[in-house]
């Protein structure tokens, strides 16, 4: 996984969600969204909060364009 040798704890966090059956999750803090998009490409339902208005922007360029 390129993820895990970059991201660690991305690999950790869906590891211990592959555990669990049918929920919701919510990302505090979300940044560019990263974590979020792997959740939900992992097949949870998954939420992003950020405060930030510039990450807001920058992470609905990076998903949506």
């Known amino acids: 996984w390129i ?9 950790l966090i869906l590891i211990f969600l592959s555990e669990l ?25 998954c939420q992003g909060n950020e405060f930030s208005l510039h990450m807001l922007m920058a992470s609905n360029f990076i998903l949506n364009k």
Do not use: C, D, T
Not at 29 to 36: D, I, K
């Open 21 to 45: 059956n049918q929920i919701n999750v919510l990302v505090p803090g979300s940044g560019l969204a990263r974590l979020a998009f792997e959740i939900a490409a992992s097949g949870f339902k």
């Open 3 to 11: 993820l895990y040798k970059a991201y660690g704890f991305f690999y």
